[in-house]
């Protein structure tokens, strides 16, 4: 006897076929589960997924900051590596480049010479670091962009109602996206491989967009050489017009 297949089901068939070939090409076939070989966090509510996120990032010991940040009105660009007593990278602005070093509570400072404006010392220090007395505005201003709890803080904050996005990967590593106010209030990539480590931070409003790498990944944080280090004393040099330059902003660079 022969079997007798429907025209629609042979169709409804092929196309159940086409559809886990064009799944399997990208690495998910029918019938498969996408969470197999993870950490499992993209099973949990999104409310679950963010605090464990931000629970790991409390716990790391040291992560690499790289993006932009808006905040006061301003554009930062941050190439930061930080651990809990220090951290060191760049900082760019509309204006001016800052090579940035702390350890401890020692802060040091490098800018080009238009940076100190037209102090009398202006010329010395644009291949120097400066140390930043703790007394002195900038100290606070600067040492923000230094502080990896600080700037931790004011990024891993999504405004409004939360929602699990969907699988992505961030660099080679798959993550699943926490979202708020469908995106509005902010976008969390959180990884689905070992820790679950937060990954990129897209900030709500447009104020800016950070990766997070290298959790717990050793780096050396040394004071620099003493013939590359200039120190005034209490007081940072101050234009002629007696103002001491700075970035502007507070002591979370991180906070809109």
Known sequence: ?????????????????????????????????????????????????????????????????????????KSFTLNMRLKADGGSGEVKSQDDTFQ??????????????????????AGKLGDKYVKVPEGDPSYKQFRGFTDMDVLLDGLLGLEGKLAKGSYTKVGPTRAVQVTADEGKGGKLSVSLEGTPYPLLMERAGGAGRVELAEWGKAFPLDPPAQDQTVDYGSQLPTTKEGETKGSGQGSNPAKP
């Open 100 to 121: 940035l070093l702390r350890v401890g509570e020692q802060l040091y400072l490098k800018a080009s010479a238009a940076f100190w404006g037209e102090s009398d010392s």
């Open 1 to 73: 006897m022969t079997a007798y297949f429907p025209a629609a089901r042979l169709r409804r068939a092929a196309l159940i076929g086409a559809l886990c070939a064009g799944l399997a090409v990208t690495g998910t076939g029918c019938g498969e589960d996408p969470d197999e070989g993870t950490n499992g966090i993209g099973k949990l509510s999104a409310d679950k997924i963010e605090a464990k996120a931000k629970a790991a990032a409390t716990e790391a010991e040291s992560v690499h900051l790289s993006g932009t940040l808006v905040s006061g009105g």
